[in-house]
Structure formats: C-alpha cells, structure tokens
C-alpha cells in the first residue's frame, strides 16, 4: 500500500535552518511529482513547494521562494525539504503529498501524517 | 495567484441533514479543483478530483459539482463521522491554492 511518511521536524530558532524528509513507498515514485503543504497552528492549507517526477522542475509558493528547496533522490524513494532562514510564521504541520496521475495537472491523492516545525527562540 | 473563497466558514447542522459547500475561483480553473476532509489532529483526506470524481472508498452521498470558477460539494444524509472540516483546492496552476476551509458542526 502507498505510504509517504514525513521526518525531520523540530523546534528551531529564528534564522536556522531545518531539513526535511519524505520517504515514500507503494508505488513507482520516480513516476510521481510530489508536494509540500503546510498547515499553521488552528489555520488553514497552504501549499509550500512541488517537484517533478525527474526532479528537473520545481515550484514554490511566494511566500518560501528563495529560503526553501525541495529536491528529490528517486534512488531513495524519498524527497527533501530544506528550509533555511526560518521565521516564526514559518510555524506549521509540514505534510508530504504525492500527486495523484502522471500529469501535473492532478490532485494530490495520498497524504503524509505531517512532521511539526515550531520556530521560536 | 488564483484565489480560492469557500462559504460559509461555519456551518452547523444534523445527522441526516444535506449540506452545500461553496467554492469560487478568481479565475478560470476548468474542473481542476479536489475536495479535502480534516478531522482534528488529522492528515486531509482526499474525497473528490476534477470536481466531481469520486476517490476510491468515499461513499456516494457526497458530490461535487461546477466548473470554471463556481463549485460546491454537497454531501447528502450527514453522517457522524461527517463532521469535520472541508478544503477546496485548485491544481489549475502554480501557485497551487486552498480555500481557507468550511468546518461543518454538529447543530
């Protein structure tokens, strides 16, 4: 069965740095974009960055671009989040998503169980 | 960036109740929106692609509906484990975009 489980996440002060993990089983994962959503204390979802299948494309919202970096080890079946310059807003359950068909134009049909990062000094 | 506005942010209702959730797009999105449920403390659970698909396993009183930049899920004879709360999300193109969720309550 398709299972994506998340790692990495910590309490941080301001200004570090903090990596993630995803690894993820079940499926063909070199064949899959896959995403980060998070999801601040009592707040709704917010979409963080995404990864093609071959690695070769990434997006990310406004509000990471140029502090956060997603990659990809398709050797490893595990993609990586690396968030630099954490601000205290960056506080949030970081889920790991798996996009549902080949395309990028799909949703997102399998969920992690989130990791917490908590930036506070 | 597209902006993703679902109403009401509450609703409150029963078991056995039929219930509407609203989700406009600020733009022309097609039919690429999925449905979300979140129960507290809880992974998103998918329920609904391309607007009105179906996931494997969710049962069928609840549908979605709409295109373009109008639409809703309804879910039919509420049922306890119902209760939770609900996200549109537009995959039409980056930044990918949720609404800020419509929590449905026990009345």
């Known amino acids: 069965q398709v299972q994506v489980v998340e790692s990495g996440g910590s309490v941080v002060q301001p200004g570090r740095s903090l990596r993630l993990s995803c690894a993820a089983s079940g499926f063909t994962f070199s064949s899959y974009g896959m995403h980060w959503v998070r999801q601040a204390p009592g707040k709704g979802l917010e979409w963080v960055a995404g990864?093609?299948?071959?690695?070769?494309?990434?997006y990310y919202s406004d509000s990471v671009k140029g502090r956060f970096t997603i990659s990809r080890d398709n050797s490893k079946n595990t993609v990586f989040l690396q968030l630099d310059s954490l601000r205290p807003e960056d506080t949030a359950v970081f889920y790991c998503?798996?996009?549902?068909?080949?395309?990028?134009?799909?949703?997102?049909?399998?969920w992690g169980q989130g990791t917490p990062v908590t930036v506070s000094s | 960036d597209i902006q993703m506005t679902q109403s009401p942010s509450t609703l409150s209702a029963s078991v056995g109740d039929t219930v509407t959730i609203t989700c406009r797009a600020s733009?022309?999105?097609?039919?690429?929106l999925a449905w979300y449920q979140q129960k507290p403390h809880k992974a998103p659970n998918p329920l609904i692609y391309k607007a009105s698909t179906l996931q494997n396993g969710v049962p069928s009183r609840i549908s979605g509906s709409g295109s373009g930049t109008h639409f809703t899920l309804t879910i039919s004879s509420l049922q306890p484990e119902d209760f939770a709360t609900y996200y549109c999300h537009q995959y039409n193109s980056y930044p990918e975009t949720f609404g800020q969720g419509t929590k449905v309550e026990i009345k």
């Open positions: 990864i093609s299948s071959n690695g070769r494309n990434k």
């Open positions: 998503v798996k996009r549902q068909a080949y395309s990028s134009s799909s949703s997102f049909d399998y």
């Open positions: 733009q022309n999105i097609g039919t690429w």
